[in-house]
């Protein structure tokens, strides 16, 4: 559970995708531990039912999402834009000295 809130509180993240409702309780619980700020978008895989409502599941999202049209240019030139601010890939280390990972955001520039 520490070395989640230890995430938590780094990455910032705003979005969280695990495999199950046992993760998803999981997560919620270091969030409220950690104080950190919650995620825009919580998923999880399976389409088994959460505990919480702001949980989604993938197969409800897909099943959703079939029912909108999307504007795949836009959504393409969105993802191709240039934002050096924007993070591209995070690294972490084995944390075996110290016992926990470190962080390292790459970002675009």
Known sequence: MEEWINFLRTLETD?????GADASKTVDSALQDS???SPVLRLQLDSEASQHNDWANLS???RDGAQHDI???VLLDSA?????ERIALIMFTSGTSSGKPKDCSRRQN
């Open 35 to 37: 104080g950190a700020q």
């Open 60 to 62: 409800s999202l897909a």
């Open 80 to 84: 191709r834009s240039y934002d050096p």
């Open 71 to 73: 504007d795949q240019q």
């Open 15 to 19: 979005n969280v995708v695990v495999p």
